[in-house]
Structure formats: C-alpha cells, structure tokens
C-alpha cells in the first residue's frame, strides 16, 4: 500500500519559515520525481517544487529563492524549507511521487496559513 504522509504545516507570520516533510512508504522511493504542490482557496492546485531522481530541481517562479527541495533516499522522504513565507503563500500543501511510466501518487496535505 502506498502512502505519502505530509507532515510540518502550521501558523506562521510573514517573514516567517517552515519545513515540510513527506514520508512516502510503498514505493522505490528513489525511482520516483518528487513533488511539492498546492491549493489556495478558491484556486486550482499549483506545482511548487520539484526534486527529480538525480537530485535536479525545478521551482514556480514565485517561490525562487524563497524555498528549498530536497530528498533523502535512505529516509524515503522528501522536504520543502519554506523562508520568507507571505501571506499568498497560505495554502494546502501536497505531495506528489511520480514516475515516467505514468504512475503518481498523492499525500493528503498539510496547511499552511501565513497571517499576522
């Protein structure tokens, strides 16, 4: 059985930073492209960031220099250290495993709110 679990959303003021992290159980892990997406209210699910098996990285040009992907195979999981968070940054958080051959996997997400 395959599951993301997303873990690290919260509260945060503006300025403010936050890690997330996704557990991914089920799958050989170091075969997929992981990815960070997300869903504002009101809005349709964005991509954020993406870490390929070779470590290659690929950001949302709103997030660039903001935010980090990154991956530890050995742990199965993938994280996104989020810096310098604003306020349009408040959105449910999802994870995503992905491979050439068509399969993808979701988590459930995590909130995150970014407000005074």
């Known amino acids: 059985q395959v599951q993301l679990v997303e873990s690290g959303g919260g509260l945060v003021q503006p300025g403010g930073s936050l890690r997330l992290a996704c557990a991914a159980s089920?799958?050989?892990?170091?075969?997929?492209?992981m990815g960070w997406y997300r869903q504002a209210p009101g809005k349709q699910r964005e991509i954020v960031a993406l870490i390929v098996r070779g470590l290659y990285t690929n950001y949302v040009d709103s997030v660039k220099g903001r935010f980090t992907i990154s991956r530890d195979n050995a742990k199965n999981t993938v994280y996104l250290q989020m810096n310098s968070l604003k306020p349009e940054d408040t959105a449910v958080y999802y994870c995503?495993?992905?491979?050439?051959?068509?399969?993808?996997?979701w988590g459930k997400g995590t909130l995150v709110t970014v407000s005074s």
């Open positions: 089920g799958i050989d892990f170091p075969m997929y492209t």
């Open positions: 995503n495993a992905a491979r050439n051959n068509g399969m993808t996997y």
